[in-house]
């Protein structure tokens, strides 16, 4: 198994520019989050998702949009970046309800932005 | 709602020294406790965890008992290693929605030898 893999791995934007944060999991997980993480500020979770076509948001969504067509993927997409958006972006997946393995998140290794 | 409130770092030991880092938590229920470790350049991975009160989660020498009567969850080890330098983070999951967690600030731990 890969896991929980996110492309790209750094990116330099644009303010203005618009792209999309490629995250996919391998382990059929029902549950995909999104964090972001800045100095001494830990994780903050932007959306998750508890299962395909469903999505909610976290603690700091504005600027942000998700979608969940399938299992495996959880693309998040800013808009119109800002230099605000500047952060190191985690996915992680979890097992449902019914794993053993409930509520253990499995992280990706980050993405690394920067908007100029 | 949901909240982790870890011990300030940055922490600094020398090797073989004894370790804790401090967890305490505000939820409602019986959630689930973790630590999770980030080496530099490196998504978080699961250190430990527990599920229910008095669970103790242990891994690599590293333990962590689950104190419901102090809402607590302290991480320990006997004697760190310049290869445990990393950041720690505590986090919670209520099992009524297992795929949100709520995560400590973490606190950055450097071993020297």
């Known amino acids: 198994n890969a896991g929980v893999t996110q492309t790209p791995k750094f990116q330099v934007l644009k303010t203005g520019q618009s792209m999309t944060l490629q995250c996919a999991q391998d382990?059929?997980?029902?549950?995909m989050s999104w964090y972001r993480q800045d100095p001494g500020m830990g994780l903050r979770l932007i959306h998750y998702?508890?299962?395909?076509?469903?999505?909610d948001q976290g603690e700091v969504p504005n600027g942000y949009n998700v979608s969940r067509s399938t299992t495996e993927d959880f693309p998040l997409r800013l808009l119109l970046a800002a230099p605000s958006q500047t952060s190191v972006y985690f996915c992680?997946?979890?097992?449902?309800?019914?794993?053993?393995?409930?509520?253990?998140?499995?992280f990706g290794p980050g993405t690394r932005l920067t908007v100029t | 709602g949901n909240s982790v409130t870890q011990m300030e770092g940055p922490v600094t030991l020398s090797e073989e020294a004894f370790l804790t880092i401090n967890c305490t938590y505000t939820a409602t229920g019986y959630p689930s406790l973790f630590w999770y470790v980030q080496y530099p350049g490196e998504g978080l991975q699961l250190l430990l965890k527990?599920?229910?009160?008095?669970d103790k989660g242990s891994n690599k020498g590293f333990e962590a008992t689950y104190r419901k009567e102090t809402t607590s969850f302290h991480l320990e080890k006997g004697s760190v290693q310049v290869s445990d330098s990393a950041v720690y983070f505590c986090?919670?999951?209520?099992?009524?929605?297992?795929?949100?967690?709520?995560f400590g600030d973490g606190t950055t731990l450097t071993v020297k030898p």
């Open positions: 998702s508890v299962g395909a076509g469903i999505t």
């Open positions: 986090a919670l999951s209520a099992n009524t929605n297992a795929g949100k967690s709520t």
């Open positions: 527990a599920t229910k009160a008095d």
């Open positions: 382990m059929n997980h029902e549950y």
């Open positions: 992680a997946s979890s097992a449902g309800a019914s794993g053993r393995s409930i509520g253990e998140q499995y």
